[in-house]
Every structure is written in C-alpha cells, then in structure tokens.
C-alpha cells in the first residue's frame, strides 16, 4: 500500500461538524453586509506579483518573508498566492473601472496564504472576510466600516473585543515624522536589534511595532507622528472620534499603531482581545488614499478592513457563543429493499419542503436491525424518526417517532396528504 498523502503543514481541513460553525459565521456575515448595503466580490486566488510589491511595500514581512511566489512555468509571469484582499480588490476595480459611476461598497470572503511558522492563529492558509469602500474619502465612512464591525461583534454574541485607533496622517506628514524618527532611532543604534537596523532607512514606522521587549523603551520615547499632523489630518481624525463617541463606542488612541501595509494613511484601527494569546487582534484596518493610483488606476479614496475567520472563531469558541452543529429535522429508516422506492419518494418530497432528512442507507450485504436502525437514528440528533415498515406500507402511511420529547406519542401519517403534515417536521 502506498504512504498516504497528507496535507501541506498550516494548510489544514475543516471537516463537520467544525464546517457548520463555519457556514453559521459566514452566513451571520452575509447578513450584516446585507444591512449595510456592501456587495459580494470575489478575485482570483493567484495575481501577479508586482501588485503585491507595489501595492503592500517591498519593505514589508509579507513581501520580503511570507509570499507563496512562483514563476510560471508556461509562460515565465511572476505569481504569487494572494496574502491579503485590498490590493487584489483595487486591481479588480480598476481593471474593471467599478468607480466610473462612482464610489462602491465591497466585500469579499476567502483564502489567503503567507509563508509563516504555523502556530495558534496564524496558519499558512487562513481565511478572510473583509471590506473595501472605494471612493469614498470622509471621516464618516470611516466610522461605517468601524461601526459594521462593531455589529458583527454583537450579531456573534462577542463582548470581549475592543477598539484602537491612530491617524498615520498624509505622506509629507510622514516624511517630516520619519526624519525625526530616524534621528531618535540612530542616536540608540546600539540598542536596534538586526530586524530595527534592516529597516531604520527603509521603512522606520514598522519599527514602532516591534515585539521586541528589548526595544520597549527605545520606541516608547520616539517622537509621535500625531504631533505632526497638520490641520486636515487632525480635523479628519477628530470628526472619526466624534461619529464614535455620538454613537457610543470606546476606544483607545494607540500612537504605535501602524499596521503592516504601506499603503495606509489616515485613519487605520485595529479591533483586539486578550483572550488568544499574543494573536490578539483578530481585525484590523485602515484609510489608503494612494493604493489606487500606486497600482495604476486615476486617484481615488479607499478604505477598508480584512478579519482573520480562524481567529475570530477561535474567539467565539472560547466565548461559548456558537450555536450547536445543525442536525437533521428527521431520520428514515428503511427495514429493506421492499420499503425502498416509497422511503426514497417520500424524503424528497419531506426535502423539497424544507425538511431535512437523513436516510439511512443499506450495508454492503444487509439494512441492518430496526433495533440498530434506532440507535442510529438516535445517534444522529434528529428529532424525528420516519418509519417505512410493512405494516405502514400496507396502509400506504408513515409512522413518525418522536426522538426528544419521551412524553410525546407515535403517529401514523398518510403518505398521500404529506404536503399537510411536512411542516410540522420542521424544527429550524
């Protein structure tokens, strides 16, 4: 027999019942978008290369470190397995010029791949959903895509979430906080791990979020970018703050917030728990202005938010706020080859009413005991079991057992009024 093939490391399977907490989430997504007015887009899972490196920074961990790149092989183009949604959403509105008659409200939900140390919440492939608003330059879609957060939170029964923010202010502002950040960072060079050195020309912001303990007090008193911010970035920050606080939501203004794409400015937020260890933000996002234009298309606003799906129910698993795995409104059991074509008739008209039926299916040589029959039917959480035995065949009817509720009597139906009775079956 021939070694079985496993999957790739960080790439893993999401089987029942642990798919159903899945499909509930997305489903619970779906909706919110609904009630916002935000609509589906899905883009390719491979793109070229250079939309990644023009889009996120070349000075970027996911640049330098964690893209699946690839040369094909036919044709020699440089590939790369996407590791985000916004650049590849942005080439799509472009290419496709979505923005023509307008801004547009998007959003998307699938894979993404980043070549990472596989470990609690950071896989290789992970899941997103996420939100780009495109064309849209106020304060106040801003606080729509903070605030569609904050319903999804409620519409998932989360509570243990909270909210940071920080305005990166525009690229001048930058460049004049980047020269004096520069400054600070090369009077404790000393200090600067190979990671902070490899970047303090290149791209210093990032250090600000290092995770290094050593370097704590070095980016504690760097200089802050907010005391470079001019009048329209301060006035566009606190018009954010002001839709946030009429609406209610707390927040914490954290100055070292950067994110890790270059792309940002302005407004970037991060939505953070503490109950996933040192993975604890589990949403993150932010105002980029000049991604469309980076990647080729006319100047055009953007904002959006990407949320890693594993994260997020790995939160909700440990909040014990997921619904149990769906099982079926009734089970069928079928005594032998006789009962066959009536059983079968019968589900799927049960089916084509909106009852779901798990029917029990015959072994290689035998259809088993009704006795083993039972215990199945049991095992299988249905409320309901159908029974296509002799005696109701004769009668051309079925008798329904209820399975949870002992006080509860069995019934025979007639098969020929099924279309009154169906929908007393369902249970969801």
């Known amino acids: 027999m021939p070694e079985a093939i496993q999957a790739v490391k960080g790439m893993n399977d999401i089987l029942p019942p642990e798919s159903a907490r899945w499909e509930w ?12 007015s935000y609509l589906n887009v899905r883009v390719p899972i491979v ?22 790149s690839f040369i094909d092989s036919m044709n020699g183009d440089a590939l790369t397995l996407r590791p985000e ?11 496709h010029s979505l923005l023509y008659e307008g801004g547009k409200r998007l959003f998307y939900i699938g894979p993404m791949f980043r070549h990472e140390k596989p470990q609690r919440g950071r896989y290789r492939q992970f899941h997103q959903v996420g939100v780009e608003a495109l064309g849209f ?13 904050r319903a999804l939170w409620r519409d998932l029964g989360l509570a243990d979430v909270r909210l940071e923010i920080n305005s990166l202010g525009q690229p001048e502002e930058r460049r004049a906080h980047r020269s004096a950040l520069i400054a600070h960072l090369e009077a404790h060079r000393e200090l600067l791990d190979a990671d902070a050195l490899r970047r303090l020309h290149s791209n210093p912001l990032r250090i600000l979020d290092t995770k290094n ?83 080729g298309g006319k100047p055009s606003p953007g904002i959006g938010w ?12 440990q909040s014990a706020t997921a619904p149990p ?29 909106g009852v779901s039926v798990l029917m029990h299916a015959a072994g290689k040589d035998s259809w088993g005991s009704m006795k083993s029959q039972f215990k199945k039917a049991d095992a299988s959480g249905a409320h309901h079991a159908l ?11 079925v008798s329904i057992k209820p399975l949870r509720d002992a006080a509860a009597a069995q019934s025979a139906r007639p098969l020929s009024e099924l279309a009154t009775w169906a929908g007393t079956l369902r249970t969801a």
């Open 25 to 36: 989430f997305e489903d619970t997504v779906r909706a919110l978008m609904r009630r916002y």
């Open 47 to 68: 793109e070229p290369t250079p939309l990644f490196v023009r889009g996120l920074g070349e000075v970027t961990d996911i640049v330098e470190k964690e893209m699946y």
């Open 85 to 95: 949604g916004t650049a590849g959403v942005v080439r799509a509105a472009i290419e």
């Open 137 to 149: 330059a106020g304060p106040d879609v801003d606080a729509e895509v903070i605030l569609m957060c």
């Open 213 to 295: 303990p050593a370097l704590q007090p070095v980016v504690e008193a760097a200089p802050q970018l907010m005391s470079y911010l001019g009048e329209a970035s301060l006035k566009h920050f606190d018009a954010l703050r002001a839709v946030l606080d009429a609406a209610g939501q707390p927040y914490r203004i954290n100055p070292r917030l950067v994110r890790g794409m270059d792309y940002y400015n302005l407004t970037v937020f991060e939505w953070v728990t503490d109950r996933l260890g040192s993975q604890g933000t589990v949403c993150g996002g932010g105002r980029y202005d000049g991604l469309v234009e980076l990647i």
């Open 306 to 317: 990407g949320m890693g799906i594993e994260r997020v129910l790995d939160l909700i698993e």
């Open 325 to 353: 795995a769906p099982v079926p409104d009734v089970y069928a059991i079928v005594p032998g080859p006789e009962a066959l074509a009536v059983a079968m008739a019968t589900v799927e008209a049960l089916r084509a009413a």
């Open 387 to 397: 029974i296509f035995g002799a005696d109701e065949l004769a009668r051309a009817e």
